[in-house]
């Protein structure tokens, strides 16, 4: 993990009404590193990411990165920029009507004028890539497990070779053998190709398996350290969530094991 930000987000203010959201949040997302993104429901975890893609504004602010401020970019000017990012919904989001390989190469097609055999091979590519059985390119969503889903997921917002990857609840509704070799996934991607991966997730083994650091969205702002440090800090809401029972199950499932 290198100290250099690939993102800078600089006092940022969100707002819905007279309702804040985030209130002067600031937080630098590093090359080469995985970061875990938790906090209460409300708390504005979809709303930070919405900002960071530049698919909501914020009312104050900046978003910098590649050394331009995305807050004050044109919806046009925005679009310029999603190649350098790959998005994995918490649902996966796949095309029902699409194959497998059809879902991963989709990106391909609509930005780029590239011949259909390439667009195809640079798929497959990244389907090998994410580990899913060659016997499953042409299957549809609905004959897929849940891990497969999760995988052409991650593979279609790999397919333009984004700089990072932003994945909403990677491990959801997975068991935990499905969980846990997702989560090496996720490690071998950051260390085989220099991904800089941000997570959002309730999943504690998650925390603890994959993220450098972990930053906690709470009372507005965002507290980021590595998993212990934050693990020391008063704050109630983040000692009642890193010193509850599922930490506690953990460390106990570890130790025995």
Known sequence: MSDAALINIKNLVNRFGSQTI??????????????????ASGSGKSV?????????????GEVIFKGQDIVQMTQEEVLGFYE????????????????????????????YDIDKELARQVAVSKLQAVGLDKQAYNKYPSE????????VALARAMVL??????????????DP???????????????????????????????????????????????????????EHENEWIQN???GERMRALKEARQSS
């Open 84 to 111: 350098h990012w790959g998005v994995m919904f918490q649902g996966g989001a796949l095309f029902s009507a699409l194959s497998v390989v059809e879902n991963v190469e989709l990106p391909i097609v609509e930005h």
């Open 48 to 60: 930070l990411i919405q900002s960071i893609l530049g698919l909501h504004k914020p009312n104050e």
């Open 241 to 243: 969530y890193f010193h």
């Open 144 to 151: 897929l497990s849940g891990g497969m889903v999760k995988r």
């Open 161 to 174: 070779d984004p700089d990072i990857l932003f994945l909403d609840e990677p491990t959801a509704g997975l």
């Open 177 to 231: 053998i499905s969980a846990s070799a997702f989560d090496d996934l996720i490690i071998s991607l950051k260390e085989n190709l220099g991904l800089t991966i941000v997570i959002i997730t309730h999943d504690i083994d998650t925390l603890v398996k994959v993220c450098d650091r972990v930053a906690v969205l709470v009372d507005k702002k965002i507290t980021v350290d590595t998993l212990n440090g934050i693990m």
């Open 22 to 39: 985030h209130d002067g949040l600031n937080l630098s997302i590093r090359k080469n590193e995985i970061i875990g993104i938790v906090g």
